[in-house]
Structures are given as C-alpha cells and as structure tokens.
C-alpha cells in the first residue's frame, strides 16, 4: 500500500482526489499498489468541498501530512510553502507529482538536486499544457534525439482572447472579459496576458529540450494587451495568425552556442499547424534532427483535464514505488547558456504610418537597410488614420533583435514617419 497525501483541494485537487477515490481499484490494478489517501492538505478545513472530498481527510497540518506520506501530490501553486513541502516530501523519500509550473520555473534545479540525492521521484507533467503530454515526450520519448526548435501555444486564455479577435473581431478588452465570463480567464489575468505563465512553462520546455538549465529569468517576455484590431486585420491580409508564442531554439552568439528562449505574440503563418489551435487549446510544435515535427495538442487547462496528467505521473510514480524504479533524473549536461536577448534573430512585420507622398518608400527602404536590415516585403496597409498618411507594412528578413531596435530609433528620426504603429515578429516559417 502507497499513502498518498494531495496538496491543495482547488480546481485540480478536487479532480485527483475524485480520481483517487471513485477509481482506486482500477488505480491498484494498473500499479501493482492501493493508493491509500491520508489527508488532503488546505488552508482552511472550513471551507465547503465537493462532496467526493472525504472531509475527515482535510488537514491544515501540510508538514504532518507530508511525514506521513509515500507520495506526495503537490497542487497549492505559488512559491511557498509549496517548496518547503516538496524539499520535506523528498528528503523522507517521498515520490512527488507537482503540476506547480511558477514553482519549477523559479526552484526547478533544488528541487531535482534534491529528489536526486534522495532517490525519489519529482514528476510534473502537468506543469506545461495541462492534460497534453509534452513533459513525457521530452524527457522521455526524444530523449535520443536532438531538439532545434520548440514553438508553443501553452496559455489557453491568451490563445482564446487572440482567436476570438480573429474570428469575431473582438478588441482585447472585450475578449477578455468574454474568458473571464467562460471562466478562460482569472479575475486577475495578468500573469496570462502579460505572458508570465508562458514564460514559465517555455523555461520548463527549454530546460527539458537542450539539457540546460533555464530559469524564468532567461526568459525576455512581452504579452498581448497591446495587441490591436487592428494588427489582427493586417496580419490576415498577408496570410497570419496572431498567436502568444513560448520559444525556445538553439542558437549562436557569436562563436558561443546557446539557447534562445522568449514569449511575445508573434505572426503565424495561416497554413502553420499552430494557426489552427483555436480557443482555449495548447499545442507545442517540435522540431527534431531525426523525428522531424511533432505537434503535442489538446486541452491546456481544467481541473479535469488536468488531472489526467497528474494522475498519470501519480501511476508512473506508483509503479516506480512498488517496483523500485526511478523517475529520470534532471538533464542538464549541456549548460548552454541562455543567450542575450538582443542576439535573438527573427523576421519583423513593421508597421509604420508616413505622409502620403512620392519618395517616401525610397528614403525608407534606405535607412532599414543602413543598418544591415533587409526588407522581405513592403506593402501599402489598410489602416491609415488621416487622409493624408499611407500605411506602410515592412516585412524583414531575419535580423537581430538589437538591429531592429537600431532601425526602430533611425525610423523616429525620419520626417516622413508620422508614426510607427507596431512591431511584431513573424515565427514559424
Ligand atoms: P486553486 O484552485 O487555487 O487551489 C489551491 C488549493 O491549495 C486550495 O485548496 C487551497 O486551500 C490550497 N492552498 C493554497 N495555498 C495554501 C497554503 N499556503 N496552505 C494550505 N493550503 C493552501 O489552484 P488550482 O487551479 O487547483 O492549481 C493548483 C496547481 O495546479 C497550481 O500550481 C497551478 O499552476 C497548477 N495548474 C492548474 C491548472 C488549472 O487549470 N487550474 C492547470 C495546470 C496546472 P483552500 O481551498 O483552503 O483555499
């Protein structure tokens, strides 16, 4: 018999103690072991539960809880006590299953050092994109091939705001309290649309993919708040999606080899596998030496959804415990460095507003390529905001992101420039 202690009954608590106590004998068949539920630690036993929670089970004692324990289900999110409990979990030998992104995003390398040293489990599947199982395939599965490129959709509510600005025409704001009404969104929803919990998961991804550790601090984000109407119209016009797009690629800063990991809404083209990842939906593109690309997709978020993935770790680490197996342990041979920001290579669709008259695309062109920028594309825009400016939509070829930043100040300087509308990347090509 394995005793099993869950942390935390919210949202996804609630989903795997129903799991663990309507499915206990199929759950002791696939592991070998009867998952024996000794407490369910909250903050406050006062609180009403679903009425599958077995009440006497309820404990505001978390450390008591977790000494009694052969695994330890860690769902209270934030940083502590979370990490504490998890560092007490595994130094008495505990296997533990967290679905704790912010926590591994933040502490990931003390906690795998410590359940390393301790020989115990650290499993966190649903970490990234809820019930998609793209920790297992990265950890495990391509474990003996050589990932270039992750591109990910893993925040359900920002990729609902973006598509219902696509598809209804939306404006951020109203989109995003149509997710707060669906219960897409928090009644705080900053840390989903300034790209936070994004960043997060891409850090978890990056680690796991290039054997190299990498924090939440490795990681340059910027969200979708700023994201217009109209950039939505405009990107359709050349055939994109808007899409808030966790990155992480290997790459070069000069002579030195690194990883370069990011968040920001990026144009992907329409006909791009994750252009068709609608709503709430996560899906993560890999791009493999060998296996070539693989799309991981489903539903990202939902306490039932999510519980799938924690209960599949909860079963791997059962097996584990009556076996005598182990989960595997933190890769992170390569210590590639996280490069700087500025070293990031991209394409940029610039959008810029300037007067309506003859020259003007010359004098333009000119100064983009003076520093070393080549333009892709240059198309009249739709969206002028007077009479007598045009729009003007510039697509790059790869650059820097420190040229474009040169560009950018250079194009302020111009006359003719009435304004610059936006900046995006263009990814996924
Ligand atoms: P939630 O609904 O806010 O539930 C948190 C639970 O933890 C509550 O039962 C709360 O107790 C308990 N708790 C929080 N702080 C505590 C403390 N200091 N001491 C004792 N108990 C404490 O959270 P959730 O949405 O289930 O998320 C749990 C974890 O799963 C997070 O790491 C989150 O990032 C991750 N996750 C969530 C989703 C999702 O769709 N929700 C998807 C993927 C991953 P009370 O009930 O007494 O307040």
């Known amino acids: 018999m394995a005793r099993v202690a869950v942390l935390g009954c919210g949202v996804v608590g609630t989903e795997v103690v129903r799991s663990l106590v309507e499915h206990a004998d199929e759950l002791h068949s696939r592991t070998g072991t009867r998952l024996d539920l000794v407490g369910i ?21 978390l450390p008591g809880l977790v000494r009694r324990a052969d695994l330890v289900i860690e769902l209270l999110g934030g940083i502590e006590p979370a990490r504490q409990l998890i560092l007490d979990a595994v130094g008495s030998g505990a296997s533990v299953v967290t679905a704790n992104k912010a926590l ?15 020989r115990a489990d650290l499993f966190f599947e649903a970490a990234v994109a809820g019930a998609v199982p793209v920790v297992r395939g990265l950890r495990e599965s391509l474990a003996g091939d050589r990932i270039t490129r992750i591109l990910g959709i893993v925040n359900g509510t920002t990729n ?94 000069g002579t030195v080899p690194g990883i370069a990991v990011r968040v920001h809404p ?34 990202g978020a939902g306490g039932v959804a999510t519980s799938s993935a924690v209960l599949g770790d909860v079963v791997a680490a059962a097996r584990n415990f009556v076996n005598g197996g182990k989960a595997p342990a933190e890769s992170a041979y390569a210590a590639l460095p996280a490069m700087p920001a500025e070293a990031v290579r991209t394409r940029y669709q610039i959008r810029i507003e300037v007067a309506d ?37 510039i697509v790059t070829h790869e650059a820097s992101e420190s040229a474009l930043a040169a560009t950018v100040v250079d194009l302020d300087t111009l006359e003719v420039i009435k304004r610059i509308t936006s900046i995006l990347r263009v990814e996924g090509n």
């Open 41 to 61: 630690g909250v903050r406050s036993t006062a609180t009403p539960r679903d009425p599958v929670v077995p009440t006497e089970l309820l404990t505001e004692d």
């Open 357 to 393: 008259q003859p020259g003007v695309l010359a004098e333009v062109a000119a100064l983009v390529a003076r520093r070393g920028v080549s333009i892709e594309t240059v198309r009249q825009g739709a969206h002028a905001s007077a009479d007598d400016v045009a729009e003007l939509v």
């Open 266 to 299: 990026a144009l992907v083209p329409i006909d791009h596998p994750l252009a068709s990842v609608r709503g709430p939906y996560n899906a993560v593109f890999v791009e493999a030496a060998a296996a070539g690309t693989l799309m991981f997709y489903g539903a």
């Open 160 to 253: 609902y705001i973006l598509d219902e600005m696509t598809t209804s025409g939306l404006d951020f704001e109203t989109a995003l309290a149509q997710a707060q009404q669906l219960g897409y969104a928090e009644a705080d929803p900053t840390a989903d649309v300034q790209g936070l919990d994004a960043a997060a998961k891409a850090a978890i991804l990056a680690s796991l993919a290039f054997h190299s550790r990498t924090a939440l601090a490795d990681v340059p984000v910027q969200g979708i708040r700023e994201i217009t109407p109209a950039d939505i119209a405009s990107a359709a016009q050349t055939g994109h999606v808007i899409k808030l797009l966790a990155i992480a690629e290997v790459g070069r800063h």
């Open 104 to 118: 591994l995003a933040a502490h990931g390398p003390q906690l795998y050092e410590a359940a390393d040293a301790a």
